[in-house]
């Protein structure tokens, strides 16, 4: 079972769960697919991307375990075998990485759609029994190593607003695409949280702990934060702002001058509700058709073309959501997706 929390120390920088030996001892960003390759509704379990902050842990299925504690009437401690028995939901996701936490204005368009199954976390803090005063999940995994600029990190941690948790289908997830996660994409188990930036869903999770604030460690604090014009504090980067990627034609295409039919994804924390499509670098814009989105997934959406001018084009793609969030064409990590097409004489 992990140690109890210190008050007096920063969440991350105390080991409460035994250090299991790095299988990769240093950050791994892994990006296999191009933006234009990502056509499938569903992303392959090898084409996903991995980004690990603090490299890759070795961990043993026979030894691991995760405890449900903090603001709770009835700690938890339960092995693979025990998580694995209690009633299991598939949760079908877009899964995006948030970007660089030190440039959040680059567009870095990293994104997947999968499929998950696992235990929802509202359900194990339903048995552990949340206090009244609970507010928020922290998060801990079992990574542990030295991230750019900072002090060595002895758990890669992260937290969740519990009213979040308890409305949405957030799990403790074992599988991928019906397999069993790899050690690169967080086996035994992680977190999966439905909405959110991929930052905030935990691999290899160790430890679910109750509390009544927000943890104050260097992935929740200091990193992934954004200005916000709203509120004198930096806003936590939680629910993914709407953005829609062009996967068809392909940037840098040639095409034929008749009917072209421009296509691709839309998706945010809430529902895409219209997607336009500019075929002149934003002068004007046609509405898309878009398709209703299906629990947390991501949205295609479809245009027709057909080009009067030979020469280069560029297509843009904006997305909008059902609180009327639009993306902006510039500055922000989801920031319109542009490419250029060249359109050969008839």
Sequence with gaps: MTQDSDGEAREGSRRVAPAPDMAVATPVL????????????VTPSDKLFVLAHL??????VETWRVDVLGQVATPLSMDYAELAGLPQTVVTTVFQCAGNPQVPTQAFRVVANAEWRGV?????????????SCTHVWLYGQDHGSYPGAPYQEHYVKDLPLDYVLLHDVIVATHLNGEPLTAAH????RIVAPGFYG???VKWLCRIEAADRRANGLFTRELYNDASVDADAP????HIAPESLIVTPGDAAVLSAEDVTIAGWAWAFDEIVAVAVSTDDGATWTPAQVTPRQAGAWQRFTCRWLPTLAGRHALLCRATDSQGHTQPLAGARNAVHRIEVTVESA
């Design 30 to 41: 892994e990006f296999p697919l191009a933006p234009a390759q990502n056509t499938a509704f």
């Design 186 to 189: 967080g086996f035994p188990a």
């Design 199 to 201: 930052t905030n869903s």
């Design 120 to 132: 929802l976390l509202r359900e194990l803090l339903a048995r552990a029994g949340v206090a009244p």
């Design 235 to 238: 806003a936590p980067v939680w």
């Design 55 to 60: 490299g890759v842990p070795r961990l043993d």
